[in-house]
């Protein structure tokens, strides 16, 4: 019996064979690429996130966390996620009109690490509830976004990026996790609620820069706050327009480098 190398069983194989295996082979280890859709409100019927109609192109988005959602024009402007979604980023771009992304049932979008951002001028609101698939930015870049619904912030840092002149607002309804938040830009960061239940998230809440105004009756920081980027690079400030909205078992910093201040009602309490 006569030993052969391996090369020779591999030389014998048909060569249509073996380019199929290698085929096989790079399919598999294909990566998923984002791809985007565009809101173009195009139905005759529906304003169904879960309609072809409404995008371009004329399918419905991808729901496996890759998609980059695009809201753009005035035509139906208050989409229906009309089923539990995961994408990888929504963008109202600079020809959107004023969105009020809804959802009749109730359900929720999830978001990965492209985050949110508004580069349109008009008001962007989100009324449905959203769970952050990874750290991410929600960024007012060129007009005021709203979230108006529950936000569950799955363990990841949620950082809100509001340049100088620009708001960014929670109202109605609750953080939760275990991540944080983090405020970066010059603009206004603020909560306005009437009666909501007490935000739960237990990662610390950072203002590197601009204002969190905090403006509601219920707790809105429940656990570390830091107040300034502790190199003295901005104006950091956090205006605490009613009682018991940070947390009694809160520990507030305001750290000696930066021209942050702690101020409540009329009142102010300067950096220590």
Not at 10 to 33: D, M, Q, T
């Amino acid at each position: 019996m006569f030993a052969r190398d391996a090369s020779d069983y591999r030389r014998s194989l048909p060569s249509g064979l073996i380019l199929s295996a290698g085929i096989a082979a790079l399919v598999v280890a294909a990566p998923a690429f984002a791809a985007t859709w565009t809101w173009t409100g195009g139905s005759a019927f529906v304003n169904h996130w879960f309609n072809g109609g409404n995008w371009n192109p004329t399918t419905v988005p991808a729901n496996d966390g890759t998609a980059d959602i695009i809201f753009a024009g005035t035509t139906r402007l208050t989409p229906d996620l009309n089923q539990a979604y995961n994408v990888n980023s929504v963008t109202f771009n600079n020809t959107a009109g004023a969105f009020n992304l809804h959802s009749i049932a109730g359900n929720t979008l999830t978001i990965g690490a492209g985050g949110i951002t508004n580069n349109d001028a008009d008001l962007q609101i989100i009324d449905h509830p959203i769970t952050l698939g990874a750290p991410q930015t929600w960024n007012a870049a060129s007009g005021q976004i709203r979230i108006s619904d529950q936000v569950n912030n799955g363990g990841n840092l949620l950082t809100i990026d509001v340049p100088a002149g620009g708001t960014f607002s929670f109202s109605d309804g609750v953080i939760s996790g275990s991540g944080g938040l983090t405020k970066n830009g010059l603009g206004l960061l603020t909560n306005f609620f009437l009666f909501p239940p007490s935000n739960t998230y237990s990662g610390t809440t950072t203002v590197n820069a601009g204002t969190f105004e905090l403006n509601s009756t219920s707790v809105r920081i429940p656990g570390l706050l830091n107040i300034g980027d502790g190199v003295g690079t901005a104006i950091d400030t956090v205006i605490n327009t009613q009682s018991n909205q940070i947390a009694d078992s809160a520990t507030v910093n305001i750290f000696p480098r930066a021209p942050g201040l702690l101020m409540r009602r009329a009142s102010r309490r300067s950096r220590t």
